[in-house]
């Protein structure tokens, strides 16, 4: 087994080697579980794990010395998935079952937890209820009950109640309230056809992706990703299709294929201008989201010109939308695009830059504090790279205050705080780690 994921991992089918790092979080493993898997021999793997990750990394059938099961809901055609976006092992559409298997199935692992792994376990139980809202086909009745509301009226109250969740760092109780709300769309569907519906769930699946990353979840996000986009595109509506098409531009850069990631944002934002203009509120916002998160994905990329485009390009709709909003919950504006700025020089290691705009960043013009948290962590990023130790510790403290969970529950501040406690010096560095065991990061 270990061969077989090394051997996909490298081979010349994709652009460039994906990193164990990458197929970690694909699987919702550690990059040493990976590395471990890696070097045990095949011959001690029975063939039903080994089916598993065939499946699980979406390897060409081709490319296998030993036959897949023939089950329609195991496998993925590429015309499940949406036109610009065929991110390879990452997006399977069907992935929600065999995650559930992942999930459920903890013999295969627990004789190697790690605390970081007891960590996972619980960011697990939190999902358990969202993995069974994806893993039936989408349009299933799987989810309906009968004590569900079908009012349209209601359960657009609820997914607002969702997004506002998100918005404002309250992800866990957020991630508790979506099986419910997805369980009412599924029963809205069941009297009716409306369009209305349709674009209801492409929002909820929209927060759900997000929802997953910040668990950590990559692979369960690109199946919220995907479900969105088939609820956009049923809908008809350009705005919501270029909305769920920002959930997916997230998953692709965090599956790592920011290059992808980077090219369907900018052909989406393109595509919307010429679907229905750019006349309003929220086509702007939507418009110039879409462009941010391009620009991000550019940076991780390292193409320098791309990214400052794409914001360039962002500044005009935010100069033309004229104030900063949320409309359709996109937090977009002038402010936001600044934000963005400082999130692109830290990515491209310009973090002199990264501060000096941080700066000139208003926090008070910033309404969701989700934003504000992500600002102040780009800015501990930046003085981190700079060696400003006590400026990046106060301001990964600032970032807590406004949404205590980015800090608190994510595995990349996690790092973040446990690099900065590696690079600064006597007696800052206890300062650090007390810190770390405080909020739940300490190695």
């Not at 600044?338 to 000139?360: C, F, P, S, W």
């Not at 008070?364 to 006590?390: F, H, N, S, Y």
Request: proline share 5%; hydrophobic share 45%; with cysteine.
């Amino acid at each position: 087994m270990g061969h077989m994921i090394a051997g996909f991992r490298t081979h010349p089918y994709h652009d460039t080697p994906i990193t164990q790092a990458a197929v970690a979080g694909w699987a919702h493993l550690t990059q040493a579980q990976i590395s471990r898997l890696e070097r045990q021999p095949t011959d001690r793997q029975p063939i039903d794990r080994l089916i598993f990750w065939a499946q699980l990394l979406h390897i060409p059938p081709a490319l296998l010395w030993f036959t897949l099961p023939n089950n329609p809901q195991a496998s993925t055609s590429e015309h499940d998935i949406p036109a610009g976006a065929r991110p390879g092992p990452i997006f399977p559409t069907r992935l929600a079952a065999r995650l559930d298997r992942l999930y459920v199935d903890k013999g295969t692992t627990s004789d190697h937890l790690t605390a970081e792994d007891n960590d996972t376990m619980r960011r697990r139980t939190v999902l358990a209820g969202l993995i069974g809202a994806l893993s039936s086909p989408y349009g299933s009745l799987a989810q309906a009950s009968p004590s569900e509301t079908t009012d349209l009226d209601q359960i657009e109250a609820q997914v607002a109640k969702v997004r506002r969740g998100y918005q404002h760092g309250r992800y866990e109780n957020a991630l508790r309230q979506l099986p419910t709300v997805l369980a009412a769309l599924a029963g809205a569907q069941a009297e009716s056809r409306e369009p209305r519906i349709a674009e209801l769930a492409a929002q909820a699946y929209q927060v759900a992706s997000g929802l997953c990353l910040k668990s950590d979840d990559v692979a369960l996000s690109a199946v919220a990703a995907d479900r969105s986009m088939a609820a956009a595109e049923n809908s008809g509506e350009p705005l919501v299709i270029a909305s769920s098409v920002r959930a997916v531009v997230h998953s692709l850069l965090a599956g790592g294929h920011p290059a992808r990631a980077a090219n369907l944002a900018a052909v989406a934002a393109d595509r919307l201008a010429a679907d229905a203009g750019l006349n309003s509120k929220p086509a702007l916002s939507v418009h110039g989201a879409l462009l941010l998160r391009g620009a991000v994905a550019a940076a991780h990329a390292e193409d320098r010109d791309l990214a400052g485009a794409l914001l360039d390009e962002a500044a005009a709709s935010a100069a033309h939308l004229g104030h900063d909003g949320n409309a359709c919950w996109t937090a977009f504006g002038p402010t936001n695009v600044l934000v963005h700025r400082v999130a692109v020089a830290v990515e491209l290691g310009d973090a002199g830059t990264a501060v000096d705009l941080a700066e000139t960043v208003n926090l008070k013009a910033i309404a969701v504090p989700e934003r504000q948290a992500m600002l102040m962590l780009d800015t501990a990023r930046a003085l981190t790279q700079w060696g400003k130790c006590q400026r990046a510790l106060d301001a990964i403290r600032t970032a807590e205050a406004f949404a205590p969970e980015e800090v608190r529950s994510r595995r990349s501040v996690h790092q973040l705080i446990n690099e900065l406690g590696r690079r600064c010096p006597d007696p800052l560095r206890r300062q650090v780690q007390d810190y770390a065991r405080a909020v739940g990061a300490a190695a």
